[in-house]
């Protein structure tokens, strides 16, 4: 069930990212009198489809829902009645095409506009920043950080949530300088201090090593040992361990919270635990052996993360109808500006190949995010859109970015380039997507089975 749900979220996602950005093309091609013969959702052999309108339009849904497809009348794909030549894509002035060419990932990105409005709307809900641990001898160590205090800016921008703290300081680590924060102690007294970032790699970041490598931990409310999901394989579902469980004591010793039974399995690998579990309000015991990996012992365990966190660990972000917009046009603004610095990190090896994701990656996203409600559902949304958008802005042969750069081109020269030099660039375009999309199955499949 959990696989079907997760492909269901997947082809919903990119269902409505592919529909948003092929209207943008469709929408403006009509505005500007173009003919449109097509509007595909999904790519292969339609299995529905339905004319519509003065041109009979052909709107069909496809099984293959990686993309889609807007086909507008054309003189280059086929004859054209001598009355209709005037509304072929080929005849219009270079402006209209472009305009037409643009409207795809001009669309994904008002798409994350809108998103993030109803999410500032409905209200935005994080864990505080608030310091947890501070690991001895760390960057954060030798400058005084202490447990308790709470990032309230990074530099100039203000904070409230721990995803802030990590996309400005990606920000700083990506133009290699320092980075400050301001804090706040329980007493509400204000300090600052600044952290040299210069030696952490994005790969550290990508791999979800940032605030470890600041050598910070951060405060994380105290869940019950409640089991919330087992992973296959896993030491407990072997041994008997259930979804629901609450688990009491380990060898006699009484567990109140989740992290002391994580922290009393992993200083025990390969040895046998006397667990103590409540299971509809019965009291069960087990002997569980945590397998080893990398030298700590580990259940194979999640916990039960829809248990309700105290408000005042919690900052909820939420405006009116106008601040709500412009903040989603700046949030739309600041991770776009970070998607394409990051493309071009990766672009120049700065960042590893290995973190490239496809279809599979994204799918388990959709999952993750699908069930945890739909503020977060729409994050993922807003993230992917804006992904797609800088995506098709490249400057690649088969891409928007590609037809863009040859009317740069056919601009410049005053015609259009040769058909020739067309289908060699349109070789060279696919031969690059073939080998960006064969990376990125190969990345998924690596993570699937490892």
């Known amino acids: 069930m959990e696989i079907l749900f997760t492909i269901i979220a997947f082809i919903f996602a990119i269902s409505i990212l592919v529909t948003v950005h092929e209207f943008g093309h469709y929408l403006i091609a ?6 449109v013969l097509r509007f595909s959702v999904g790519f292969g052999k339609p299995l529905w489809s339905k004319r519509y309108g003065q041109d009979q339009t052909e709107l069909c849904i496809a099984p293959i829902p990686l993309g889609g497809y807007v086909k507008m009348l054309d003189e280059t794909e086929g004859e054209v009645a001598v009355e209709e030549a005037h509304r072929a894509f080929n005849r219009q002035s270079l402006p209209v095409r472009a305009a037409v060419v643009f409207a795809g990932p ?46 309230i800016a990074v530099g100039e921008y203000p904070v409230h949530r721990w995803d802030g703290v990590m996309e400005f300081t990606l920000n700083r680590i990506m133009e290699g300088k320092t980075v400050t924060y301001t ?43 409640i089991v919330g999901e087992l992973a296959p394989d896993g030491a407990a579902q072997r041994d008997g361990l259930q979804i629901g469980d609450e688990v009491v004591a380990v060898d006699g010793y009484v567990i109140d919270n989740w992290h002391s039974w994580v922290d009393y399995v992993k200083h025990h690998p390969n040895q046998a635990i006397k667990t ?69 990190q990766m672009l120049t090896l700065q960042i590893s190949p290995k973190h490239i994701g496809g279809p599979v990656t994204i799918a388990e996203f959709a999952g993750k995010s699908a069930e945890r409600g739909i503020v977060v559902f729409l994050l993922f949304l807003s993230l992917i859109s804006i992904s797609l958008g800088v995506l098709n802005l490249l400057p690649i042969p088969m891409l928007d970015g590609g037809h863009l ?46």
């Open 30 to 35: 009509k505005i500007l009198g173009i003919k």
């Open 106 to 151: 001009f669309f994904n990105f008002l798409f994350a506009i809108v998103a993030y409005t109803v999410i500032y709307l409905v209200g935005l809900s994080g864990l505080k920043p608030v310091i947890g641990e501070v690991i001895e001898n760390s960057k954060a160590a030798q400058v005084g950080l202490t447990v308790g205090q709470e990032i």
């Open 183 to 225: 804090l706040q102690d329980q007493e509400l007294r204000h300090s600052q201090i600044t952290l040299d970032v210069t030696d952490i790699s994005l790969d550290d970041v990508a791999d979800g090593h940032l605030l470890k490598k600041l050598g910070i931990i951060p405060f994380r409310p105290q869940l019950p040992a």
């Open 276 to 344: 103590e579990i409540k299971r509809d309000q019965q009291i069960l015991h087990l002997t569980i052996t945590p397998n080893e990996i990398e030298g700590e012992g580990r259940m194979g365990v999640y916990a039960a993360l829809d248990y309700p966190i105290p408000a005042k660990y919690l900052s909820i972000e939420s405006y009116g109808v106008g601040t709500a917009f412009l903040k989603g046009i700046e949030k739309t603004w600041d991770t776009t500006v970070l998607t394409v610095r990051m493309m071009g």
């Open 405 to 450: 750069a040859m009317y740069v081109i056919e601009g410049i020269k005053g015609s259009p380039l040769t058909e020739t030099t067309q289908l060699v660039l349109q070789k060279i375009g696919l031969a690059l997507l073939f080998s960006l999309i064969s990376l990125a199955l190969f990345n998924d499949m690596w993570r699937l089975f490892n």
